[in-house]
């Protein structure tokens, strides 16, 4: 004979009858305060029965606590855009399955100015929000948002928080993530950067050979915008000598230095591996070769402002009587960040990260 197991919400059906017939049975001069009591008991056990619907449903049963804080909050500039990234929470049984203690990030901005980190009433504000399942690369363990509502030359501070299903907030993350988007040269329609091209001094092409960066950040929609005649003005120029390719910094007002290679795994040079321009180490006789695949930090004096800019730049590719590079140019003065990574379509395939 098959034993049959009684259904717990039938049990607790019956032990609710079994409790308000006791109570009939409670007389004298404190029953009437005892049936309340049994009267408040058995309210208490309908709502559990009610909120618990199922295993899953434990939201109704027990009262999430708010999420853990978003770690390793990190940003990448780009042209008039910010790419936000920072690590995934993982919850046991850390499958990468829905878990209710973390379902989406809200990210929050600010204008920053320096200095005002220090401020603890600094307002953020809310500008988006990633699901637990978008925007998220396993292989870095990494989720990132792209801030398109941003400008070329302004300074903005980031926060991200995690949100559980029932709405809790996480403390916002505690890293200090200020960025300043700049002009770099443009993505094509892969979001690879679209490199241009720069001519030797001594071929037939020199009015082609030199580069200034300003015009470049000024105009970043035009391709040629930054390629100049020398003769007009420069901040770098191109020589081949030998076969050799150097690069000539304007002896007056840019100096120049090679920060090395930076590719990745299949020889592509990594623009964003350089993001902060260093004070010392400068060339000091403003002529460096150009080698493919690495990436040069360059100093510029603005003649007529008297402003410190910096910029960079990485070559793509050596050519015959001319050279193939990306650059990025740091519109606002004194600022060092060159913060800068080509990315894909933010939908389905993951932005390039920065190497620190």
């Known amino acids: 004979m098959m034993n049959k197991v009684m259904d717990p919400r039938m049990a607790n059906e019956l032990q609710l009858k079994s409790a308000l017939s006791g109570a ?16 408040a008991v058995v309210l208490v056990l309908l709502v559990a029965l009610v909120g618990c619907e199922s295993d899953e449903d434990c939201i109704n049963c027990v009262e999430l606590p708010p999420p853990v804080v978003p770690t390793g909050v990190h940003s990448i500039s780009g042209n008039n855009e910010v790419i936000v990234e920072w690590f995934d929470i993982a919850y046991a049984p850390y499958n990468d399955s ?39 690369d396993p292989g870095s363990g990494l989720h990132w948002f792209v801030d398109a509502d941003v400008e070329n030359g302004e300074q903005y501070e980031y926060a991200v928080a995690a949100v559980n299903v029932a709405g809790a907030q996480s403390a916002l993350s505690f890293e200090f993530v200020a960025d300043a ?35 470049a950040g000024t105009n970043p929609n035009l391709l040629t915008a930054g ?18 390719a150097y690069a000539y910094a304007e002896g007056i007002s840019t100096r120049i230095q090679d920060f090395g290679v930076f590719t990745n795994g299949d020889g592509n040079l990594v623009f964003e591996g350089v993001s902060w321009a260093p004070v010392d180490g400068y060339s000091r006789t ?42 990025a140019y740091q519109l606002i003065p004194g600022l060092p960040e060159l913060k800068a990574g080509g ?3 933010p939908t389905d395939i993951k932005p390039q990260l920065i190497k620190m």
């Open 24 to 39: 009939d049975l409670v007389s004298g001069p404190g029953a009437r305060y005892t049936r309340r009591l049994l009267v």
């Open 98 to 136: 829905y878990n209710e203690n973390v379902v989406t990030y809200y990210i929050y901005s600010r204008f920053y100015e320096f200095g005002d980190e220090f401020d603890p009433n600094r307002e953020f504000f809310y500008i988006g929000e990633v699901a637990w399942d978008e925007n998220y």
């Open 181 to 215: 988007p700049l002009p770099m040269s443009p993505l094509n329609s892969q979001g690879w950067f679209t490199p241009v091209r720069v001519y030797d001094s001594n071929g037939p092409s020199s009015a082609q050979s030199g580069f200034d960066f300003r015009l």
């Open 227 to 244: 390629v100049v005649n020398p003769a007009n003005g420069y901040h770098i120029r191109i020589s081949f000598e030998a076969g050799i």
């Open 286 to 327: 403003g002529k460096l070769e150009l080698v493919p695949g690495h990436v040069y930090v360059v100093e510029i004096i603005d003649p007529i402002s008297d402003e410190l800019h910096y910029a960079k730049f990485g070559i793509d590719a050596l050519n015959n009587g001319s050279v193939d590079m990306i650059w």
């Open 343 to 345: 990315r894909k379509d």
